[in-house]
C-alpha cells in the first residue's frame, strides 16, 4: 500500500456542482469580481463568524495587504520562529523588518516572555499562525498584548479552516484572519485566500488593493496595488469546498481519533492536547518526539514503507531569503519543534484501510 500525505476533497457530488457554477460563470462571462465571489465572501464569513471577508488571490497576499493597512513600512513586525516563508517575505514585500520569535513548543506559537520583550516602539503588526490547525491554549494572551500595545494582530489562519476555541473561530481572533486556498489546504480553490475582518477600512483597503490600487469610490489608482483578485472560476470551486466544510472537518476529526485510539502510548512522543472547547481543523497530524535523532528514523522508516510523512515546515532559518536578510539565528525551540517533529498523513477522505496500514506500521517501528 502507498499513502498520500496530502490531498484533496473533491467527491463526485461536490464536483458535479463545482462544474454547473463554472458552467454559468462561462455562460454568463463575468470571469471576475461578479455573483460568485460574492457569494464565497458572504457565506465565508457567515461560517466563520465575522462581519466581512474579502477574497483574493493567495494568503500571501491577504498577508501583504493587511500589513499595508498596518503601515509597516520602516518600522517591524513580529512573526513567530516557527512560520512559513511567505510570512518573512510578505514583510519584506512591504518594506518592513521581520522580527523573528522563538516558540513555545507546547503552544506551537509564540513564547509569550519572549513576544512581550520583542514587542517596541516600531511594532506595528503582530503574525500569529494557528500551527497545524491548533489554536494556542494561552490565545487570550496574545490578542490581550497586542490590544495593551495598540499593535495590529494578523492571524494566519492558513491552517485553520474551521478550528475552534471557545465557541471563536479561527480568523476571528485578531483585527484580521488570513485563509490560504493552496492545493494542500483543508480546503482548496486551487490556489487563492480569503481575508476575514470585523473592520471595514481594511475591507476597503483590500477591495481597493486587489484591483491594482483603484479607489473604490472613483476610477482613480490612487495606490499601489495589484492584481490580486480572486477570479470567479476559482471561486466556484472554494464554494464548492466551502459548502462541504463541515463535512470536511468532522471526517479530518475521525481520522485524528483514530489516531489518537490507536496510535500505541509511548513515552518517546507526544501527542497535542486539547481542551473541550478546542477544536483543530486537523490541518496536520503532527506528533513530538523527545529526540529529533528517534523523529528522524521513524520518519525514514514509514517512507520506506510508502507512508508520507513530513515534519511540520522546513524551519524558515535556513532559508537563504532569511539569512541573508539577517533575520536571527537563534531559535532553540522551535528549532527542536520543527525537527523532532512527525506529520502522519492526513486528508479529508484518507480510508480507514491506510489508518489502519499507517498504525501497523508505526507500532512496529516504535514497539
Ligand atoms: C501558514 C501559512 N501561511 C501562508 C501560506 C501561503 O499561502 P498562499 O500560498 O495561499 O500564499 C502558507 C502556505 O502554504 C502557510 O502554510
Request: aromatic share 10%.
Amino acid at each position: 500500500m502507498k499513502v498520500n500525505f496530502n490531498k484533496p476533497y473533491f467527491p463526485k457530488v461536490m464536483r458535479k456542482q463545482i462544474l454547473k457554477d463554472i458552467d454559468l460563470v462561462l455562460k454568463n462571462k463575468k470571469l471576475m469580481l461578479g455573483e460568485k465571489s460574492k457569494e464565497l465572501e458572504e457565506k465565508f464569513a457567515k461560517k466563520i463568524g465575522s462581519s466581512l471577508a474579502i477574497s483574493v488571490n493567495s494568503a500571501t497576499t491577504g498577508l501583504q495587504i493587511a500589513l499595508r493597512f498596518a503601515q509597516v513600512k520602516n518600522n517591524e513586525v513580529i512573526i513567530p520562529a516557527a512560520s512559513f516563508i511567505t510570512n518573512v517575505n510578505s514583510v519584506l514585500f512591504e518594506s518592513a523588518k521581520p522580527i523573528i520569535v522563538d516558540c513555545n513548543e507546547n503552544t506551537l506559537t509564540y513564547d509569550i516572555k519572549k513576544l512581550k520583550k520583542a514587542i517596541n516602539r516600531k511594532t506595528k503588526a503582530i503574525v500569529w499562525i494557528h500551527l497545524t490547525g491548533y489554536i494556542s491554549p494561552e490565545y487570550k494572551k496574545i490578542i490581550d498584548l497586542a490590544k495593551e500595545n495598540k499593535i495590529l494582530l494578523i492571524e494566519d489562519a492558513s491552517h485553520a479552516h474551521g478550528s475552534i476555541i471557545d465557541g471563536k473561530f479561527a480568523g476571528t481572533l485578531g483585527d484580521v484572519g488570513i485563509f490560504s486556498l493552496y492545493p494542500t489546504k483543508v480546503m482548496t480553490a486551487g490556489t487563492g485566500g480569503v481575508m476575514t475582518t470585523n473592520n471595514l477600512e481594511i475591507f476597503n483597503l483590500a477591495k481597493s488593493l486587489r484591483l491594482f490600487g483603484r479607489n473604490i469610490n472613483s476610477d482613480q489608482v490612487d495606490k499601489l496595488g495589484n492584481d490580486w483578485f480572486l477570479d470567479e472560476v476559482r471561486c466556484c470551486i472554494a464554494l464548492g469546498q466551502l459548502n462541504n466544510l463541515d463535512k470536511i472537518i468532522s471526517k479530518r476529526i475521525e481520522a485524528a481519533n483514530y489516531y489518537y485510539q490507536n496510535l500505541p502510548k509511548d513515552i518517546s512522543y507526544k501527542m497535542l492536547r486539547f481542551s473541550n472547547s478546542s477544536i483543530s481543523s486537523w490541518y496536520n497530524f503532527p506528533i513530538f518526539f523527545k529526540s529529533v535523532k528517534k523523529a528522524k528514523l521513524v520518519r525514514s522508516l514509514l517512507l520506506k514503507k510508502n507512508i508520507a510523512c513530513k515534519n511540520i515546515y522546513k524551519p524558515i532559518f535556513e532559508e537563504e531569503v532569511f539569512k541573508k536578510n539577517n533575520l536571527g539565528i537563534n531559535f532553540p525551540q522551535a528549532k527542536k519543534m520543527l525537527a523532532s517533529s512527525l506529520c502522519l498523513p492526513m486528508f479529508t477522505d484518507i480510508k480507514k484501510s491506510e489508518l489502519e496500514y499507517i498504525v501497523k506500521n508505526f507500532k512496529e517501528i516504535i514497539c
